[in-house]
């Protein structure tokens, strides 16, 4: 929000679907968006979360009131390397976001503009001045809860991409959970980036560019894999399932194509959404949590031991460990809730985590299970 | 893990030693009551039985209850090591005392103590510590790990240095080896600078350090606890508003870093971790790191492997219990099988989330010391700090330094326009304790960012909050010049406000904003628009003024909101007690109704001298006491050192502002059955009266008592009905009634202006010359504001009765006693209980006259009485109807905690009084100041009727001697061994120290004397080694000092208020710094040596005993 100068700022409402409305200010594109109401507790890495492409279809509440305090740096235009650090993909990919104050100028040294001036060149709205702490209580009471930013003088509709045509078709709240929204946030064709001895191919269901950057530094050439490739056409060594959006089980055939894998024996990693996908595939259930893990500061263990891990997560659906295969056992857990946050394959390389070992934003605790991958491909 | 093996298998409670930090000095503060409270807290919790050693009285940690000990003796090897012989305990704890527990420990495993006795180190080994504190090992260990270091070179030739420099590359910065007060040091940019300064440190210094230029990089911590398992966690991470190069402690720092993108965050966090880790530390520790401002460079500057004060910081900031948790930690459990004690259903494993943000204020009161310098640099100097809660930047600073002021109109009354371009650049470019207001005054005049920045190297975002904060402040000035002149100040701001929308108003509460800082900008405007504005407004006028716009703001429902501080930013529920209130926001965090009767109770503010650890003890036991009794306990404060700000001691406890406004905000929102005001000292007793005309309900005494306690007038009128003496005194306002007061009293007389904080400002005038010059420099005579001058005795006797009355009688009362004469200030006498020296009638008297007071002023809470007596004959110096800082002293050597009987008066309870004699006492307790001169340069350690003292200490003996060498002992002014050097001033004094040196000569103690009291000491038969006045030649007096000749220093003023840099000041200024005790005043001299005299062997013969329980009904 504006705190001192004159000049006045756009006002900008935010409508919830259990009825109630919030106003506030604009900043970023005149634009009206809508999407699932999630929040993040971490208090740096706006920018990677905006850009992370598990954020799509979602509005942002950042709990931490002053966000863009360090600026933005500038947002390379194609994925080459070396990747621009920052940023998780190429595009904000929140529907919107809300906090309570932003930074209207920024003097950080690898800033290149102010939020405000990249959420208008990202054509995303946002509203500042929320009670953010408030939204917090309400998303924890309400199951799904949706919202609308809506611009006191809107120009227009926020894009949704594939999914901007269905949104304006049915009105109303646009609810991510609805869709296959992997369609919209995977890459739309192969491409290749690194140099190594080993190929692994990334499972684009929403790839955080953190992953890439990570398997890249380790020394590996990475594929990066459309969400629908036939997996049988292609030649890794090994297999990275990434993160990404939405509900598990609106994936397609991709569960499907993933069980194809387990027949063979070349690692897998999942990541967050990979998980979900690596477990369905190896028969385990999914569901929805009643209250997500929304933060940089989620504690996990692993199973049998008394290590710990700080890890960052943004995830609404869980493993159901009681439904995981013979062969398969819960690698970590949550310690606060004890929901299941990794599971393993019991004689192959096949792993995956809920949380974000590539962090970005957030804490680099696990970033050795990436490295322990990476080790496992090469040998 | 559970707990140790060594401790488990046991088969019985542990018995396990906690040391205490002593006496509260600059640098060690109050944060280790805090710790030290917490980790006995968590000890008990755990099955132990925990033995305290800390000499530390007032402290709430030194709070006698079931299951612990006490030992109120020094934190020192020999000491502690008596206690471990008598008590057997299986452990030792020492991370929670500050350095010197560690120093202590660290000492206590040379020496073999510990193995000796079986006692296990419990924490970070020796070899940890050792590594941390020493340099060269730290350095080590760091390259081996490849976390960057600053390099830094050692050389004792030019062209060492050249190499050096050339290998660490420019800029460097040269600092001339054991150099004090940075002689010889500065920056190089190229070889050419490089050579001056080089050349110039080697003429004075045979060592020369080049270190890597880091001027002007980024100041950030981490907090960081690491378990047995190599969990690692990092609690929060903290940025300094100052760049690097002012300590920590005198840092404005903010929690969470607001510059830090999440790349640096990370590395930072990465980087602690493995430290942490390498180096093995379990339990907390805290690590220091410089940050490039213009890339990812950073280096390691060092590690405490410790709770500090930083910690205690980050624990406030952040709402995790550090010290709870690292003392469970240390005991062996893991943070995955701790819970989280703030949201009870999470673990202690895990990083809190904070949704708001904190900024530390210093509080430096170098004022108060004479003459000394007001640079901040390395060594720490500030005596206390505030911590501001905001969720907009604007809004944590506002408050933070309104509380650090303690003024109502924060940062507007620091507003100066008219200091000159040359003055602010200085002041920005040499940081003091004044640079944040050069800040503002910098912005206020127009100054852009970027020039600020230059000077200063305060990052641009740090600057440009700031800014909205001035340029809000001009607005709302420009605003108020447009309005026209009305009758009244109310009528101004009324039709001011009238104009203002409501938006404009809730932005600039958003921004932090006081009523009063509103009322006071616009009567500024008023006043000039008249051609009247003359220097500050006056509190009252703008306190008055401010409920005007409190009232136009509530009825436009501009309200603060309160959140909770609950470690994880509301993603969980939780049933956290600790708030805070901010105007971004428009709910309050929904608290559960408990049904009890709120009460509330004021605490400290920052301490500062004159108000310390003895007045938190005072809230704390009220605040308990009033949960035992059924009532909702609500603390306010903001105060990070301390106890009440743990939320643990109060139902609710407020992390808020001090001020009339905010805690009339907390009564509309916890609608209270009453406010106590007299547990907190000197602050909150100055709210009293507002609150009360505000309509608050004061609990304790009444609003007519506490004025005419506090009104000298009424107060002396009061003393003239009843019959009790008083000296002579008169409120002058002008020149004529000075001298006619002089006339009649004549000279040495007390001066003091009209508003008295811990005798800041007070002097005493021996002459007329010394008056006159006095008056001229320090004091505005009007009749707005008088000059209070007073009669002041010499040779007389300093009395104090601290007790309860409950309308109007006295329940209980004890009379202690100064050992100096008066003209010390209390604070800084050493007080003894039971009095040792007084006529039985004087005891009678005073206690007669206290009653009559008593009664007089229908005192109905706590009190303290001051007297003065010679040769019986009593007069009433002053009366506080408000707990002193004395109380947590007598109540623990008498054994009647006077701050829980005082509660239950306050409540209209029955207080569970016993009738005790002080005679009947098993012991006898001295309290001793304790000195922070070491770190203060240019201050003169000189006692007078300025309080200069930082803390004190308390201990108990089975005589007067041994309980005044054991606190004398813990106030660092130790036994003697070497010699002892003395300077006795006047006359009489030298009389007096004759006594002390027979009773040297019997403890073949070599006396050094300077030429008068040489030759006085040598017409009197006493042997004495004579030393010329500094400077005169190479036996002088500076270079016995600095030689090590001696280790006592006793030189008495000749003249209480001489300000020059006199002779004496420099002997004393070379004791404090060379380690020496010193004595400034002659009755403290004899005393301590005629105690070294009775008690030869001292360690040998004493027993330690345990401070006894309070006693109970």
């Known amino acids: 929000m504006r705190l001192s100068g004159s000049s006045e700022r756009q006002k900008c409402f935010l409508e919830l679907s259990d009825g109630s409305r919030f106003d506030g200010e604009l900043i970023g594109a005149p634009l009206q968006a809508s999407g699932e109401l999630v929040f993040t507790t971490g208090m740096v890495g706006y920018s990677e979360a905006m850009t992370d492409p598990s954020y799509f279809g979602q509005i942002l509440v950042f709990t931490y009131p002053l966000i863009g305090n360090y600026g933005i740096p500038s947002l390379p235009k194609g994925l080459s390397w070396p990747i621009q650090r920052g940023f998780e993909s190429n595009r904000v990919n929140t529907s919107a976001v809300i906090l309570a104050i932003d930074s209207e100028e920024a003097f950080h040294w690898n800033s290149f503009q102010t939020l405000d001036t990249w959420l208008k060149e990202q054509g995303v709205p946002g509203i500042v001045g929320l009670d953010t702490r408030h939204l917090v209580h309400l998303v924890r009471q309400t199951a799904n809860l949706l919202g609308q930013v809506t611009p006191e003088k809107s120009e227009g509709e926020r894009s949704y991409g594939e999914f901007s045509t269905a949104v304006k078709k049915n009105g109303g709240f646009f609810d991510p959970g609805a869709y296959e929204i992997i369609r919209e946030v995977s890459s739309k064709e192969r491409v290749v980036i690194g140099k190594g001895s080993k190929r692994i191919g990334l499972v684009d269901c929403g790839v955080k560019w953190n992953i890439v950057r990570q398997l890249v530094e380790h020394g590996c050439e990475v594929e990066i894999l459309p969400w629908d490739t036939d997996f049988s056409k292609v030649d890794v060594s090994g297999w990275l399932l990434s993160n990404g959006p939405g509900d598990p089980k609106k994936t397609g055939d991709l569960v499907k194509r993933v069980s194809g894998l387990l027949k063979d024996s070349r690692p897998i990693l999942g990541i967050c959404l990979g998980h979900q996908i690596l477990a369905l595939a190896a028969g385990a259930e999914t569901k929805r949590m009643a209250y997500g893990h929304r933060s940089h500061n989620q504690p996990v263990y692993q199973v049998g031991t008394r290590k710990g891990c700080i890890t960052s997560q943004n995830h609404g659906y869980v493993v159901d460990e009681s439904t995981l295969p013979p062969e398969w056992e819960a690698w970590f857990r949550n310690a606060n809730d004890q929901e299941n946050e990794g599971i393993k394959h019991k004689t192959k390389p096949f792993r995956s985590v809920q949380f974000h070992p590539e962090a970005a934003g957030g804490p680099r605790d696990t970033g050795w299970i990436i490295e322990q991958f990476v080790t496992e491909v090469k040998s | ?1113």
């Open chain 2, 1 to 1113: 893990m559970p707990m140790r093996p060594e401790l488990a298998s046991l088969g019985r409670a542990p018995k396990i030693v906690l040391l205490g930090s002593g006496g509260l000095s600059i640098g060690q503060a109050g944060e280790f009551d805090y710790s030290g409270s917490q980790a006995a807290k968590a000890l008990l919790e755990e099955g132990c039985e925990v033995i305290i050693i800390n000499p530390n009285i007032a402290t709430v940690q030194t709070n006698p209850q079931p299951n612990v000990k006490i030992y109120l003796y020094p934190v020192e090897p020999e000491w502690v090591e008596k206690v471990i012989a008598k008590e057997k305990p299986d452990a030792i704890v020492a991370g929670f005392g500050g350095q010197t527990a560690l120093n202590c420990v660290i000492a206590l495993h040379h020496q073999g103590v510990l193995n000796a006795h079986n006692v296990l180190n419990l924490g970070t080994s020796i070899a940890t510590l050792e590594m941390t504190e020493d340099r060269d090992l730290f350095a080590k260990k760091m390259r081996e790990i490849n976390i960057p270091v600053p390099a830094s070179f050692a050389v004792t030739t030019y062209k060492d240095a050249e190499k050096a420099a050339a290998e660490i590359g420019y800029p460097v910065i040269v600092r001339a080896a054991y150099a004090l007060g940075g002689l010889g040091s500065g920056f190089a940019n190229n070889k050419t600078e490089l050579e001056v300064l080089v050349t110039t440190a080697l003429a004075s210094s045979p060592q020369v350090l080049v270190e890597k230029s880091l001027k002007g990089w980024k100041e950030v911590e981490y907090e960081v606890m690491r378990d047995s398992e190599n969990n690692i966690i990092t609690i929060c991470n903290m940025e300094n508003f100052d760049p690097l190069g002012i300590h920590t402690g005198d840092s404005i720092v903010v929690c969470p870093s607001q510059t830090l993108s999440d790349d640096e965050y990370q590395l930072l966090r990465n980087a602690a971790q493995k430290i942490v880790g390498a180096c093995g530390v379990i339990g907390e520790c805290n690590v220091q790191y410089t940050l490039d401002p213009r890339s990812h460079d950073y280096f390691v500057i060092e590690i405490n492997a410790r709770l500090s004060r930083s910690s205690a910081l980050a624990s406030k900031a952040s709402g995790y219990p550090i010290a709870y948790v690292a003392a469970k930690v240390v005991l062996g459990y893991d943070l995955l099988e701790l819970k989280n004690p703030v949201t009870g259903i999470t673990f202690a494993y895990f990083e809190p989330a904070l949704d708001y943000v904190t900024l530390k204020v210093p509080r430096w009161d170098l004022v108060k010391f004479k003459n000394a310098s007001r640079k901040l640099g390395s060594t720490m100097k500030s005596v206390g700090e505030v911590m501001g809660i905001g969720r907009s930047f604007p809004e944590a600073v506002q408050k933070s330094i309104r509380m650090v002021t303690e003024n109502g109109q924060g940062l507007s009354y620091f507003k100066n326009d008219n200091v000159a371009d040359e003055d602010l650049i200085e002041a920005l470019q040499n940081p003091t304790d004044t640079r944040f207001y050069a800040v503002l005054n910098a912005l206020h005049k127009g100054w852009d960012i970027e020039r600020i920045h230059k000077l200063t190297s305060i990052d641009k975002w740090f600057l440009a909050r700031v800014q909205e904060i001035t340029s809000t402040e001009r607005t709302i000035s420009l605003l108020a010049a447009k309005e026209a002149v009305t009758a009244t100040d109310d009528q101004f701001v009324t039709q001011f406000l009238g104009n203002v929308d409501t938006k404009t108003l809730g932005r600039w509460k958003i921004l932090g904003f006081s009523d009063e800082q509103i009322a006071a900008i616009a009567l500024a405007e008023f006043d000039r628009k008249q051609n009247r504005l003359k220097g500050p407004l006056s509190e009252n006028r703008v306190q008055k003024a401010s409920h005007v716009v409190r009232n136009i703001r509530k009825k436009a429902g501009i309200l603060p909101v309160v959140k909770k501080i609950d470690t994880t930013a509301g993603e969980y529920p939780s049933p956290s007690n600790y708030l805070y209130m901010s105007y971004v926001g428009l709910f309050h965090d929904p608290m559960v109704d408990d049904g009890k009767k709120p009460v509330i109770v004021l605490g400290s503010g920052a301490y500062r001298i004159g108000t310390s650890v003895e007045f938190d003890w005072c809230a704390v036991s009220s605040s308990r006491k009033l949960q035992d009794e059924g009532y909702r306990s609500v603390i306010v404060n903001c105060n990070p050192e301390t106890v009440s700000t743990d939320y643990n001691s109060s139902d609710r406890l407020y992390f808020e502002e001090m001020t009339l406004e905010r805690i009339l905000d907390i009564s509309d929102l916890e609608k209270p059955i009453g406010i106590i005001a007299c547990m907190g000292g000197q602050l909150p007793n100055k709210l009293a009266l507002p609150l009360a005309s505000a309509g608050i309900k004061l609990l304790g005494h009444s609003e007519q008592t506490i004025d005419m306690a506090e009104n000298r007038s009424a107060f002396s009128a009061l003393l003239d009905t009843l019959g009790i003496d008083q000296p002579n005194w008169v409120a002058a306002t002008s020149k004529k009634d000075i001298d006619t007061f002089i006339e009649k009293i004549g000279f040495p007389v007390l001066v003091r202006p009209s508003y008295v904080l811990s005798g800041a400002a007070m002097r005493v005038a021996y002459d007329r010359d010394s008056l006159d010059k006095f008056l001229a420099v320090a004091i505005d005579l009007s009749s707005d504001h008088p000059v209070v001058i007073s009669e002041f005795l010499m040779g007389a006797r300093e009395i104090e009765l601290d007790g309860i009355a409950r309308d109007g009688e006295i329940l209980t009362a004890i009379v202690s006693e100064h050992v100096e004469n008066a003209g010390v200030h209390s604070g800084d006498a050493t007080m003894v209980v039971p009095a040792q020296k007084l006529y039985v009638d004087t005891v009678r008297q005073v206690r007669r006259a206290g009653h009559l007071i008593a009664k007089g002023l229908k005192l109905n809470g706590p009190f303290n009485i001051q007297f003065l007596a010679k040769q019986n004959h009593i007069k009433v110096i002053e009366c506080n109807a408000r707990a002193a800082r004395s109380f947590p002293f007598v109540s623990k050597v008498v054994g009647l905690n006077l701050a829980d009987a005082a509660t239950d008066v306050i409540m209209g309870l029955e207080p569970k009084l016993f009738r005790f004699n002080e005679d009947d006492l098993p012991h006898v307790g001295v309290k001793a100041p304790m000195f922070s001169f070491t770190r203060l340069s240019g201050a003169d350690p000189v006692l007078g009727v300025e309080m200069a003292s930082t803390g004190e200490v308390g201990c108990i003996g089975p005589t007067f001697e041994e309980a005044l060498l054991l606190s004398l002992e813990a106030a660092k002014c130790r036994r003697p061994k070497k010699g002892v050097l003395v300077s006795a001033g006047p006359e009489h004094e030298k009389l007096k120290f004759l006594e002390c040196a027979k009773f040297f000569r019997d403890i073949n103690l070599p006396i050094y004397a300077t030429a008068g009291t040489a030759k006085f000491l040598e017409l009197h038969g006493i042997e004495v080694k004579k030393l010329d006045w500094p400077g005169e030649s190479n036996r002088d007096v500076m270079s016995a000092i600095k030689n090590g000749l001696v280790d006592l220093v006793i030189n008495v003023p000749k003249n209480i208020q001489r300000q020059e840099l006199s002779y004496g000041s420099q002997i004393r200024q070379a004791a404090a710094r060379f380690g020496c005790s010193l004595i400034t005043n002659m009755e403290l001299a004899v005393a301590f040596a005629t105690a070294l005299a009775r008690l030869p062997d001292f360690v040998k013969t004493h027993d330690v005993v345990a401070l006894p329980n309070y006693k109970t009904l």
